[in-house]
């Protein structure tokens, strides 16, 4: 399968910081990459998708000026928490669509557990 | 109705059983599935799709059954390993963009 790598693998900050979440897609071009975010014991829910060469589309309820998504590249997605506080403490997971199947198989990067103090 | 379904479980199961997971999609248009794996804190790994005339990979098998509007994954020969969150995902209709992901039925393979 398709490999998509993500950085850094675990983070902790102080609340009221920043943070950038980097997904790679390593051998295909990922014109769309996706954001989830997964709380513990409960399901992946996706928050935005990333689509590169223009803005993301969010999902109802993510605040787009707090998670700041920015698809740099073919091969590069950014995620960046603003402001984190203590409740963004979560997996976020990015994964990239694999153009050269049948278009809707998604590979995920191995997620970053990102802990606000 | 939820857009994917599926029974959380635990599933616990000896080595060397046989189980089966099914999972209810609410969209009938739908014409894309899959099945996934995810590892206690780990990302979800694609285990396979599920094609109308069902497909096996080794132990592993999974069908659809759009009639009740449903797909399964069956099990054999169930190893430690495969203990695990498997998650049900279905594409919506028309779009090869988002993923639905059902909540997961956990697997626990035990001696």
């Known amino acids: 399968g398709a490999v998509v790598s993500q950085h850094p693998s675990w983070v902790i900050c102080k609340s009221g910081t920043s943070v950038k979440i980097e997904c790679r897609s390593l051998d295909f071009q990922a014109t769309t990459m996706f954001w989830y975010r997964q709380f513990p014991k409960q399901s992946l829910m996706l928050m935005a998708t990333s689509n590169e060469g223009s803005k993301a589309t969010y999902e109802q309820g993510v605040e787009k000026d707090k998670f700041l998504i920015n698809h740099a590249s073919l091969t590069l997605s950014t995620l960046t928490v603003t402001s984190a506080h203590p409740e963004d403490s979560s997996f976020y997971i990015c994964?990239?669509?694999?153009?050269?199947?049948?278009?809707?198989?998604?590979?995920f990067g191995p997620g970053t557990r990102l802990t606000v103090t | 109705r939820k857009e994917v379904e599926q029974d959380p479980g635990p599933f616990n199961v000896p080595e060397g059983a046989t189980v089966a997971f099914n999972c209810t999609y609410s969209?009938?248009?739908?014409?894309?599935f899959f099945w996934y794996r995810q590892d206690c804190r780990k990302e979800p790994k694609l285990l396979m799709s599920v094609y109308s005339s069902g497909n096996e990979d080794g132990r592993f098998t999974a069908q659809l059954n759009r009639a009740s509007q449903y797909i399964s994954l069956l099990i054999r020969d169930s190893k430690l390993s495969d203990s695990a969150t498997y998650l049900c995902?279905?594409?919506?209709?028309?779009?090869?963009?988002?993923?639905?992901f059902g909540t997961g039925t956990r697997l626990q393979v035990t001696l």
């Open positions: 995902v279905v594409p919506p209709e028309g779009t090869a963009s988002k993923l639905t």
């Open positions: 994964s990239a669509r694999d153009p050269r199947g049948t278009g809707y198989e998604q590979y």
């Open positions: 969209n009938s248009a739908s014409q894309s």
